[in-house]
């Protein structure tokens, strides 16, 4: 089978668009998937998909937590910005407005909505980490703005009734 096939044929599988961040001994970093879904509501578990060559993984292991931010429509330069490849950990917020939550795990600031995780398990499956989170807080804005979606390689936003691009 061609890589570039399956690509396409993923790429046809809408999805939310969500960033993953984590505070590893004072050093921030966050990291755009669109691999993210609930997994168990007893316990209340979350799942992400983190490529091998990207220092996220090591770093949810070395602090034990992470957040996942669920991005508005009005939020792709955020995604743009934690899909930046090479970028280093930081000990703020550079480029895009962030906040702390109460666990010390940092989170995009005014996404629709975060989860914070206690990491709880990460299985290594092909090129990709399969990190479990068990969720200890979860928050939800109510303010009337729409996720961000990603559908072939694109972003989209969704609208009453119909999504446009």
């Not at 089978?1 to 960033?19: Q, R």
Request: proline share 4%; aromatic share 8%; glycine share 10%.
């Amino acid at each position: 089978m061609d890589t570039e096939d399956f690509k396409k044929a993923m790429g046809s599988w809408a999805s939310g668009v969500s960033v993953v961040t984590t505070n590893d001994d004072g050093m921030l970093y966050g990291l755009t998937v669109s691999s993210f879904t609930s997994v168990s509501l007893d316990p209340p578990l979350v799942l992400v998909c983190l490529n091998h060559d990207n220092r996220m993984g090591q770093m949810i292991a070395a602090s034990s937590r992470f957040a996942v931010s669920l991005l508005a429509d009005d939020q792709e330069p955020a995604s743009n910005y934690f899909a930046i490849p090479g970028r280093e950990p930081t000990e703020g917020f550079v480029q895009i407005d962030g906040e702390w939550t109460d666990h010390g795990v940092p989170v995009v600031n005014n996404a629709l909505a975060y989860v914070v995780c206690d990491h709880h398990q990460t299985m290594d499956l092909g090129d990709h980490a399969v990190v479990v989170g068990k969720v200890i807080d979860a928050v939800t804005r109510e303010d009337g703005r729409g996720p961000l979606m990603y559908w072939r390689r694109g972003y989209r936003r969704l609208s009453e009734g119909s999504a446009e691009g």
